[in-house]
């Protein structure tokens, strides 16, 4: 498993490229950063490692909380919105490898569509802190 973190990383990382770049949001102290990928774009590898079903109509949603540059775990909820205005709740799973601790979750999706996600992220390192963050990706048919 600790040969797939890099694997995954860069697999994101150059999935980016033609995605969308990660973004992060600031709230005091912590600084999330989140993402949102079709599962077609990740190796194969990568994909039978963490569960997740490569598909053209699936798409992954990274989460990660990090204080002073160290990723932190968190208590998260979330849901995905499409294009048609239709909800589905997200299962977000927390990953452990290495130091590093982040979140994945899978929504439908149908290209063309944008998905609107929308985060509850409460840091565990403290337990009156609640950020609320929301954001937007498209998918293509190509992807």
Known sequence: MKLLRPILAAALAL???????QRSERFGDYEIHYNAIPTAML?????????VARSRGRALVTV?????????????TGNAINDAGQPQGLSLREVRE??????IATARIDPPDRLRVELEVRPRDTTDASYTLSFEQS????E
């Open 43 to 51: 190796a194969p590898e990568v994909a039978r490692a963490y569960d």
């Open 98 to 103: 290495g130091g590093g601790i982040y979140y």
């Open 15 to 21: 999935t980016c490229a033609t995605a969308q770049a």
């Open 64 to 76: 990660t909380v990090l204080r002073d540059g160290r990723s932190l775990p968190a208590r998260m």
């Open 139 to 142: 998918f293509f048919p190509e």
